[in-house]
Every structure is written in structure tokens, then in C-alpha cells.
């Protein structure tokens, strides 16, 4: 089955650390974006890759890191330095910029 | 003011209702998306339209150009159908979308 897996679904972790996000696609999509959820806030984006090798900023990338060093795989590295990192971030693709998004399940993060 | 506002915030409606939720943009788009996000957090993609009328199901959506506005209708509504609803819009020569805040519908049996 074609789709889009983000994983872990929940994550904890310690105020200071560093997390990673895991985002991999088997639809063959040349597109991939990383949005942050909070309650009662539209999905904000954070990264997005056109193409392999390539990102750019999106409207709240400070605090956050990306690579896109495969086509199926756009993690995203959760630094100590965004401050208020708690929330849901949601995992998409499209076969270009201007196409159909599939999301993700989403993973819930957690800082403590 | 958000780019895209969405009405209203919060709907509850009775088992077999017509359901209308309003979307309205203030920026020059390149299509407009509606999208569905269940209590786990899972979005689904319903449509995407640029103009003119999209019929799946009991859902249908709209976009009047010319107004800025968009409308998601569903017929014979179900409880099934309790989610959020967000609409979406991609800006005219930027590669990215701007969402709404969304609209969370409750259909109760």
C-alpha cells in the first residue's frame, strides 16, 4: 500500500534534548512539507523540500532542522533551541508544489 | 486578520441535517483545498478546486472566485461525519498553503 508514515505516533521528551521526527513516503512524490499543529491554530508550516537535496524555511522554521537526503525521507530534528516545542506536527507530500497534500498520522510531541 | 477565516468555529447538528461550513480568503489563490482531520489527528484531503462546483459523496464543495469564498456542504449528514474541517488555500506564486483555524462539526444520532 502507497502512503505516508510518521513515527513515533507519541513522544516524550526532556526540556534541552534534541528529537527527531521521522516522515517516510512510498508515493513517489517529489514534494514534502513538515507543519506544526497547536489547539485552536491553523497548521502552520514549518520546512517543505521540492526535491531531494533541497528545502527551504517556512513560516516558523526557527527552533527546527531538516535534510532531505532520500526522496521517501524528510525528518525533522527538533532542536533545545525552539521554545515552546509541545505540540503536533504534521508529515505531508504531493507529487509537486501545487498538488493534492497527503498527510501523515502525525506525531504528538511532548516536552517535559 | 488570518488569511483564511472559517465559519463557524464550532458546529452541532442532528443525524440527517444539510450541513453548510463557509470558508473566505483575502489573497489571490492558485486552488483552494478542503480537508478532513478525525479525533486522531489523521487529515484526509477532500478536495481541491480552483473554480466552480466538486460533488464526492454527500460532500460538495464550492468556490466563488469572485467573492473569495467557499462553501463545504454535506447532505444527510451522519456522526460519522463529526471531524474538523479546514480549508486551505495556496497562494498565488508561493509554493505553500495557508490554512484556516478550522471548524469542528459534531453530529449527533
Known amino acids: 500500500d502507497g502512503g505516508i508514515t510518521q513515527s513515533p505516533k507519541y513522544l516524550f521528551r526532556k526540556e534541552g534534548q534534541n528529537v527527531t521526527l521521522s516522515c517516510e513516503q512510498n508515493l513517489n512524490h517529489d514534494a514534502m512539507y513538515w507543519y506544526r499543529q497547536d489547539p485552536g491554530q491553523g497548521l502552520r508550516l514549518i520546512y517543505y523540500s521540492q526535491i531531494v537535496n533541497d528545502f527551504q524555511k517556512g513560516d516558523i522554521a526557527e527552533g527546527y532542522s531538516v535534510s532531505r537526503e532520500k526522496k521517501e525521507s524528510f525528518p525533522l530534528t527538533v532542536t533545545s533551541a525552539q521554545k515552546n516545542p509541545t505540540a503536533f506536527y504534521l508529515c505531508a507530500s504531493s507529487i509537486g508544489e501545487a498538488d493534492t497534500q497527503y498527510f501523515g498520522p502525525g506525531t504528538r510531541l511532548t516536552v517535559l | 486578520k488570518n488569511e483564511v477565516e472559517q465559519s463557524p468555529q464550532n458546529l452541532t447538528a442532528q443525524e440527517g441535517e444539510f450541513i453548510t461550513i463557509n470558508c473566505s480568503y483575502s489573497?489571490?489563490?492558485?486552488?483552494l483545498h478542503w480537508l478532513q482531520q478525525h479525533p486522531g489527528g489523521g487529515i484526509v484531503s477532500l478536495f481541491m478546486?480552483?473554480?466552480g462546483k466538486k460533488k464526492h459523496g454527500r460532500l460538495i464543495a464550492t468556490i466563488n472566485i469572485q467573492e473569495k469564498h467557499s462553501s463545504l456542504h454535506i447532505t444527510a449528514s451522519h456522526p460519522r461525519d463529526s471531524a474538523v474541517y479546514i480549508c486551505?488555500?495556496?497562494?498565488?506564486?508561493?509554493?505553500?498553503?495557508?490554512f484556516g483555524q478550522g471548524t469542528r462539526l459534531t453530529i449527533n444520532p
Open positions: 486551505a488555500v495556496g497562494i498565488q506564486g508561493a509554493q505553500k498553503l495557508v
Open positions: 478546486l480552483s473554480s
Open positions: 489573497v489571490g489563490i492558485s486552488a
